[in-house]
């Protein structure tokens, strides 16, 4: 132990949310929630520990992930365990684990915490949250469809506009017919997705050069280019999203996507305004994920949509809401003198009866700052309590937000505020 002073910043890489950033980040997660269940999406949750194999087995395994960004310790039961880092494992567990019971197609939605040791920067930290939303048990393209189109209305009922944002799709199943048709080797054709992921991070010759030692065959790196920059792919899942309206959508053949589970569709949506290079959001269709723990696979498609990202985009396009408030408090009773403490406490308890958020005053300051303080912190109306309005039960309810007064005793002034928050 030492006398030396603790610092009050957070650890390196995660945030703390005091109530002002709590009122952003409650907005947010509500309307995530709101859209998810509008869309028939039901809640799950779990913990945050889970043992380190559940990432390291066939199907979940994703180096990057787990070998350089995961929290991972030993505990005292000499178990391996991992602070989840991302959440896709975890909902394929609880469905392989249940599925006898479960009903399919299965959606389900959560807003879990993640840790990833990440270098910490604009749009990357080491804890985020994230909206997840999956479904299970849906082979048809109308899944995808349908799992795009929730990602589209989540960012539309923050009200962004299409123009805002770009939905990018891929296609891993299709991207092997392609390659296999110009004379890829099946067997290098992960290492090229690998290589496509950090393509737009990379000039144009160390990209080149880098594809032709993975092809051993510089005639076939070339056409490879050509055929990944041509635009000539219309998919289902594109027409698809095209009929119900949703038209800010490209097919980019470079699009990657960091984790080897995805099967078929991937697609990532991008904030155009140049503000923010990290995605918004992930997902992709993954048909194998649930058979690590099960020989009979159950298809999964899904997305995860990050909280800072989300909050970046929402700030740059000035989509937050200006009188997002804290969890202040509608009411302040303040006594005039601390003899009365308790008194505020009765009628503070008695209109919390009538489900009335209060709070007492037991401050020291004057009576006039004590007023601005609380209407400083969002608080609309208050109550003064001194000896004469005890006796004569008969009470001024000032209104804070508007500078006016009412009067009555406590059991009127209470109706005045239930039928003024209707
Ligand atoms: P992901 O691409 O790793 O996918 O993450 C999805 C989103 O989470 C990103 O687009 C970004 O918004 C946010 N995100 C990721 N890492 C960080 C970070 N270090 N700091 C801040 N935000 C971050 C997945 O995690 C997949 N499991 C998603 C999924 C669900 N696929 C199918 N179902």
């Given amino acids: 132990m030492t006398d030396k002073k603790l610092k009050t910043e957070p650890y390196k890489g995660v945030r703390d949310f005091y109530p002002e950033d709590m009122a952003i980040q409650r907005y947010i997660f509500d309307m995530w929630s ?18 380190s194999d559940l990432y390291k087995s066939k199907g979940a395994e994703n180096a990057e992930i787990i070998n350089d960004q995961s929290y991972t310790f030993i505990d005292r039961g000499e178990r391996e365990v991992t602070l989840r880092p991302e959440m896709t494992p975890t909902i394929a567990r609880m469905v392989a684990g249940r599925r006898r019971e479960l009903k399919f197609p299965l959606r389900w939605y959560s807003i879990p915490n993640l840790f990833r040791y990440e270098r910490p920067q604009r749009g990357r930290l080491r804890e985020h949250w994230q909206l997840n939303c999956d479904m299970f048990g849906g082979d048809d393209y109308s899944a995808d469809v349908e799992i795009i189109a929730l990602a589209y209305q989540t960012l539309i009922n923050f009200g962004a506009t299409p123009d805002m944002f770009e939905i990018q799709v891929n296609d891993r199943a299709l991207m092997t017919r392609l390659y296999t048709a110009i004379g890829v080797n099946e067997s290098a054709i992960s290492a090229i997705t690998k290589l496509n992921d950090k393509r737009n991070k990379i000039d144009t010759e160390t990209y080149r050069n880098e594809l032709v030692s993975i092809v051993n065959d510089e005639t076939l790196a070339e056409e490879i280019i050509i055929m990944l920059d041509k635009s000539d792919e219309q998919t289902d899942v594109i027409v698809g999203l095209a009929e119900l309206g949703i038209n800010n959508v490209v097919f980019n053949k470079s699009l990657a996507r960091g984790f080897d589970y995805y099967t078929d569709t991937v697609f990532e949506i991008f904030d155009k305004s140049g503000e923010n290079n990290r995605s918004l959001l992930g997902g992709g269709r993954y048909d194998n994920l649930t058979q690590m723990f ?69 401050g020291t300051k004057k009576l006039g700052k004590k007023i601005t303080d609380a209407a400083d912190r969002g608080v609309i109306y208050a109550i003064i309590v001194g000896e004469n309005e005890i006796k004569s039960n008969h009470f001024t309810l000032k209104n804070l937000e508007h500078n006016s007064e009412e009067n009555g005793n406590i059991d009127e002034l209470s109706t005045i505020i239930i039928t003024n928050k209707k």
């Avoid at 303040?334 to 505020?344: G, K, Q, W, Y």
């Fill in 294 to 362: 099960d020989n009979d696979p159950i298809s999964g498609i899904g997305f995860g949509m990050g909280d800072v990202t989300m909050r970046d985009f929402l700030e740059t396009h000035k989509l937050l809401p200006s009188h997002l408030k804290t969890t202040a408090p509608t009411l302040i009773i303040i006594p005039t003198d601390s003899a009365l403490n308790l008194e505020a406490q009765k009628i503070a308890q008695f209109l919390r009866s009538r489900d009335i958020r209060v709070t007492t005053d037991i």
């Fill in 34 to 51: 709101k859209t998810a269940e509008s869309f028939g999406y039901e809640r799950y949750d779990a913990s945050i520990l889970e043992p």
